[in-house]
């Protein structure tokens, strides 16, 4: 016989209720940040490791390319080392897994990374055509 503060799933109740608590604490902690400690006003009065969890949770500066990499060199090794597992079946099959695993890895690992560097060259773009715009706003403005 089953104890009764377990459910059909083996559960207790408790664990039930601490999974809504947390989601609700979470929910308030994440708009409470947002409008307080992530507000562009308080940016510039940040400075050392307050500064770059700013940055990190502001997502002034992204992190996803030092992990493709990391990921990317992790990938060719493991694809590089298994595939010497196949070597003693087919030596074509070895030669194949080996170069065409590393060429599609490589392929798959430059698109993403094409795509945030073209992101890098946009954002570059945005800020050099940012004065040009707050210039025309003025201009217009004294007119």
Do not use: Q
Not at 82 to 88: A, H, Q
Not at 126 to 131: M, R, S, T, V
């Amino acid at each position: 016989m089953r104890a009764s503060y377990y459910n059909d799933y083996g559960l207790s109740s408790s664990a039930g209720t601490w999974a809504i608590i947390t989601i609700l604490v979470a929910i308030c902690g994440g708009i409470v940040l947002y409008f307080t400690f992530l507000n562009e006003n308080n940016a510039k009065n940040y400075t050392g490791f307050v500064k770059k969890l700013y940055d990190f949770l502001s997502f002034s500066k992204l992190s996803l390319e030092a992990i493709l990499k990391i990921f990317y060199l992790v990938i060719a090794i493991y694809i590089t080392l298994s595939s010497f597992s196949i070597i003693s079946t087919s030596f074509v099959a070895f030669l194949l897994y080996l170069f065409v695993g590393n060429i599609l890895a490589r392929i798959i690992f430059e698109s993403a990374l094409l795509i945030i560097m073209i992101y890098h060259k946009l954002n570059a773009i945005n800020e050099k055509l940012e004065p040009k715009k707050d210039k025309e706003k003025k201009v217009s403005e004294e007119k």
